[in-house]
């Protein structure tokens, strides 16, 4: 079982920036950041690969990149030019298998607990 544990979360202004982390127990093919905002359903928002390649929505590209470092096994969201539309918790997931990393099919393995993001007006 591989474990996986959000931090960084927390209150910003519009137009502001924050920056998640997550560590994780073991690597895997992939890592991702999804987001959940009350009473919506949960987005994907970037997947990192083994392969060096990315993935990201259409909602934050552009101002949001994801990032790992292996030799801490740890993955980062970098967040810019954040606004109210980005307020959720936020969550890391991590997947070992290459359909789900490459087309972004069925649900991910490993979750986190998530972080809260709250972007002020």
């Known amino acids: 079982q591989v474990h996986l544990a959000e931090s960084g979360g927390g209150s910003a202004q519009s137009g502001g920036s924050l920056m998640l982390a997550c560590k994780y127990s073991?690597?895997?093919?992939?890592v991702a950041w999804f987001r959940q905002a009350p009473g919506k359903e949960r987005e994907l928002l970037a997947i990192?690969?083994?392969?060096?390649?990315?993935y990201y929505a259409d909602s934050i590209k552009g101002r949001f990149a994801i990032s790992r470092r292996r030799a801490d096994k740890s993955a980062y969201l970098h967040m810019h030019q954040m606004s109210p539309e980005d307020t959720a918790m936020y969550y890391c997931?991590?997947?070992?298998?290459?359909?789900?990393?490459?087309?972004?099919?069925?649900?991910?393995?490993?979750w986190g607990q998530g972080t809260q993001v709250t972007v002020s007006s």
């Open positions: 990192d690969r083994r392969s060096g390649t990315q």
């Open positions: 073991e690597d895997t093919y992939c």
């Open positions: 997931a991590a997947d070992r298998r290459f359909d789900t990393c490459q087309y972004r099919r069925g649900v991910f393995e490993f």
